[in-house]
Structures are given as C-alpha cells and as structure tokens.
C-alpha cells in the first residue's frame, strides 16, 4: 500500500492509527514498575475505541451519502436489529 494513493479520508484514519500506537508505545515506556501491562492494555483500549469510532463515522459517511442521493447500500437490511444481528448469526 502506498500511502500517497489513499485518498483524505483514508489518509485521516491510517494517520489516527499511528497516532494510536504512538500513544501505546509512550505508554509501555513510561508506566510505573507493576503496572506496565495494565497500563498498556488499557492504553490499546482506548486506542483502540477512538479507531473503531472513527472508522465508521468515517464510514458511515458512505451510507449518508447515498442515502441523500436517493440510493441505498446494498446490505442495507443487515444492521442493528435485523435479525442475523440479533440472533448472533
């Protein structure tokens, strides 16, 4: 992958990412003695939580998108409350 290639938003969320894991590294490197995987983890966590959120905002974007244009994703019934969600299947 080259990262010229990747187009703004692609860019904003590879670029959180490393963000992320700087912020962990940062962490490892100055937790206290004892707690340096506690600290760690929970560091990834929240890492990890600011991604997950991004990307789909990011994502859901799309769907707003086509949905103003008067169009709709594909896989639109499968989302929250459909039934293949619900039943964990």
Request: aromatic share 2%; glycine share 10%.
């Amino acid at each position: 992958m080259k990262f010229e290639q990747l187009d703004a938003r692609e860019r904003l969320i590879a670029e959180q990412a490393v963000l992320g894991f700087r912020e962990v590294r940062r962490v490892v490197a100055t937790a206290a003695h004892g707690r340096g995987l506690a600290a760690t983890e929970e560091a990834a966590l929240s890492s990890g939580r600011r991604q997950m959120r991004l990307v789909m905002a990011e994502a859901l974007k799309d769907r707003s998108d086509a949905e103003e244009k008067g169009g709709a994703p594909a896989n639109a019934a499968v989302g929250r409350g459909s039934a293949a969600c619900v039943s964990g299947r």
